[in-house]
Each structure stands twice: as C-alpha cells, then as structure tokens.
Antibody, heavy 121, light 107 residues
C-alpha cells in the first residue's frame, strides 16, 4: 500500500525549532518529487516546499525561505522539514505529499494524514 | 507568483444537481491545473490533473476543462459523498499556488 506518515509536530514557543518527518512506503520514494503543504486552522492549502528525487534541488515559499529547510534520506525513505525561527503564523497542519509523476507537473497524488504544529508561548 | 482565484467561495446544492466551480489563473498556465477534494479532518485528494485527466479511482461524474487562464470543475450529478471543499492548484511554476477553495454544502 502506498503510504505517507508524518510525525514530529507539537507545541513550540515562538523562535523555536521543530523537525518534521514523513515516512514513505509502497512506492519508489527516490524517484519522486516530494512536497510539504500546510493548512492553518479553518484556512486553505498553502504550498511550503518541494524537493527532487535525489535531494539536489530544494525550493521553498518566500514565507519560509531562510527559516525552513526541506531534505530527504532516500536510504530511509523519509522526507524532512527542518523548521527554525518559528512564528505564530506557522501554526498549521503540515502535510507531506508526492508529485504524481516523476516530472512533478501533474499535481500531488499521495498525501499523508498531516502533523500539527502549534507556535505559541 | 501566479494567483489562483476560485468562484464561488461556497455554494449550496442538492443531491443530483449539476455543480460547476471555476478557477482563474493570473497568467497563462497552459493545462497545468489540478483539482483536489478535501473533506473535514482529511487530507486533500487529487481528482483531476492536467486540467481534464481523471485521477485513477475517481468517479466519472467529475470532469475538468479549460486551458490558459480559465478552468472548470464539473460534478455532473452531485452525490452525498461529494459535499466537501474543492481546491484548484497550478503546477506550471514555483511557488505552487492553490485557489482559496470552494465549499459545496447541502441545500
């Protein structure tokens, strides 16, 4: 079964750090672009970051650039999001998702269940 | 950044109704437009990719059309399980951007 399982969310103070993980199974993880997408409570979907199959081409939204870092360990079939200098506005449910095809032009077809990040003092 | 604008933001409909949701891009995105369905407490689900291609396992009552800047998601006969929020998303360029969502509610 194709599956993505996120972990690592929690409550953190403003200025703090968290590392999210996304464990993949059931598909050839190293062949696919991977994304992080977040959703603040009661709000819409917002793209955060993506990374290519071998990890050589990460990209981030301007709102997190310089604070968040996406990475992957293909030997462990795991995607990461290192989140530093967290702000209240980073509070959200964070999803990992895989690009539908290897060119990452056709949406995200596999999603995890999400992990919640709450930034509050 | 490419802005995606959906309309309406919400709609009320009955089972059996034909429902149409539109999505407009702030610049041409060719056919790199995808549609997702999200139910409360659940992850988004890919319905349509490349503007008009039906994702595997998605019922044929869902269809998509359009190219350039204007796109449409149509549900031909609304079913009880279709009450949800729908998002469009462009995969033409970075940053990937989503529409604000359209909530389909029971009339």
């Amino acid at each position: 079964e194709v599956q993505l399982v996120e972990s690592g969310g929690g409550l953190v103070q403003p200025g703090g750090s968290l590392r999210l993980s996304c464990a993949a199974s059931g598909f050839t993880f190293s062949s696919y672009w991977m994304h992080w997408v977040r959703q603040a409570p009661g709000k819409g979907l917002v793209w955060v970051s993506r990374i290519n199959g071998d990890g050589s081409s990460p990209s981030h939204a301007d709102s997190v650039k310089g604070r968040f870092t996406i990475s992957r360990d293909n030997a462990k079939n795991t995607l990461y999001l290192q989140m530093n200098s967290l702000r209240a506005e980073d509070t959200a449910l964070y999803y990992c998702a895989s690009g539908k095809q290897e060119l990452d032009l056709y949406g995200m077809d596999v999603w995890g269940q999400g992990t919640t990040v709450t930034v509050s003092s | 950044d490419i802005q995606m604008t959906q309309s309406p933001s919400s709609l009320s409909a009955s089972v059996g109704d034909r429902v149409t949701i539109t999505c407009r891009a702030s610049q041409s995105i060719s056919s790199y437009l995808n549609w997702y369905q999200q139910k409360p407490g659940k992850a988004p689900k890919l319905l349509i990719y490349a503007a008009s291609s039906l994702q595997s396992g998605v019922p044929s009552r869902f269809s998509g059309s359009g190219s350039g800047t204007d796109f449409t998601l149509t549900i031909s006969s609304l079913q009880p399980e279709d009450f949800a929020t729908y998002y469009c998303q462009q995969s033409y360029s970075l940053p990937r951007t989503f529409g604000q969502g359209t909530k389909v509610e029971v009339k």
